[in-house]
């Protein structure tokens, strides 16, 4: 596993400068409008935060929810990220710890038996590679059976479809038109030439030879999937990830996997075991595409076979100029570049429009895709096909540009 920085991946955000009072507004919560002044931008938003955890309903509903076996809710792995992406690392831990003690969680975690009655889903798993790092050791081997367990049933739902999709597409395109003799697939011949029947020589002439395809000697096409890791995206990191472990078992297919959030993790080495992998993911903090596309743009080999897909919702905490830069360069030399929003079973996401836009200008289409799309993205990027045509024919809305 290699990083594009060796910087803490548990700092927190930078936020704009709070004085004495607007402090005092963060520790008193919402009671404390009329005499502190109510919070606005970052620091609202860290309010919430803190609300979901420490005032009796919670800001985010955190509070509301019930142990048993419901759904898991998605807003927990949310919070989880937006924490880590206000508050340095030993508040995170301390706030973490808190929610152990104060809403479910703990209830859960402490107890094997409970966490194998809960509703087991992507939003389970996303909270409990949230947690990792604070999971009692009495309850690791547990989570690990019960992530084990919602990977193993996502692979039996997925793993088929998306191999034969990615391996279609890559017979198709690479279809062997000018076979030598021995190379030649005379029943695929034969029916490609039927209006050629002679009947005064009771033989079809050939027009078209069709072969076999060549065995390739190496990878056909590198993917690259570049998955943001902040909270919102939780259920896609989960789906990238098994998806990514099934390309990734394609000979045909180069796949590679990179998380970020402010710094890059290049989790490729892990995609043999996408539980591995899960646990080795950092859910949530602050964000940097354009350091992110810098470091995948860095190991492209071959631009015009290469697939890169960022999964990310665009709010960008970096610089957004120079994303802008890398993702006109990277058209410009051939490879395919696609961003989605999400990748997840859910609707469609809260994004940045604006720089959505600016992307679709470039080239660059942005759309949302569900889990059982994405074996057709797939198979639609593989052939070389308009990828923004292909999202209009299954009914997806994909960004426009500016103008």
Not at 209 to 217: D, E, N, Q, T
Not at 366 to 393: E, K, N, Q, Y
Request: hydrophobic letters at 40%; aromatic letters at 4%.
């Amino acid at each position: 596993m290699t990083t594009s920085s060796d910087s803490d991946t548990t700092s927190a955000a930078p936020v704009e400068h709070t004085d004495r009072l607007q402090r005092w507004r963060l520790v008193l919560g919402g009671e404390a409008d009329a005499s502190c002044g109510a919070a606005s931008g970052s620091l609202r938003e860290m309010d919430q935060a803190l609300a979901a955890l420490y005032e009796p309903e919670g800001a985010n509903g955190l509070g509301k929810r019930k142990g048993g076996r419901g759904n898991s809710s998605p807003s927990v792995a949310r919070w989880l990220g937006d924490i880590r992406k206000y508050f340095p690392s030993s508040v995170v831990q301390i706030m973490q710890h808190d929610a152990m003690q104060r809403l479910n969680l703990r209830e859960m975690l402490l107890q094997p038996e409970m966490l194998e009655t809960a509703h087991a889903d992507v939003h389970l798993v996303a909270n409990l590679v949230a947690l990792s790092n604070v999971i009692p050791d009495g309850t690791k081997d547990t989570a690990r059976q019960v992530v084990r367990t919602v990977v193993d049933q996502l692979l039996e739902r997925l793993q088929e479809p998306m191999r034969s999709a990615v391996s279609g597409a890559l017979n198709r395109s690479q279809r062997n038109r000018r076979p030598r003799h021995a190379e030649i697939d005379w029943n695929r011949t034969l029916r490609a030439n039927l209006q050629h029947w002679q009947p005064d020589y009771r033989t079809i002439i050939p027009q078209t030879l069709v072969g076999y395809g060549r065995k390739a000697r190496r990878p056909q096409r590198e993917v690259i999937l570049c998955i943001d890791q902040s909270g919102s995206m939780s259920a896609s990191v989960v789906y990238s990830s098994i998806f990514g472990a099934v390309m990734a078992s394609l000979p045909a297919v180069a796949t590679k996997l990179v998380v970020f959030d402010t710094v890059v993790v290049d989790m490729t080495e892990k995609l043999d075991d996408p539980v591995d992998l899960l646990f080795g993911v950092q859910l949530g903090g602050g964000t940097d595409i354009n350091g992110a596309v810098g470091y995948c743009q860095s190991i492209i080999q071959e631009p015009r076979n290469t697939i890169l897909v960022l999964i990310s919702d665009l709010y960008e905490g970096g610089v957004e100029a120079g994303l802008l830069r890398r993702a006109q360069e990277l058209v410009e030399a051939g490879v395919q570049f696609i961003t989605l929003l999400a990748l997840s079973d859910e609707g469609a996401p809260s994004y940045d429009r604006e720089l959505a836009a600016k992307l679709a200008a470039l080239g660059v289409p942005s759309f949302a895709c569900t889990p059982d799309a994405f074996p057709g993205l797939m198979a639609a990027a593989i052939r070389r096909d308009d990828v923004g045509a292909w999202a209009a024919g299954q009914g997806i809305k994909t960004s426009r540009p500016v103008g």
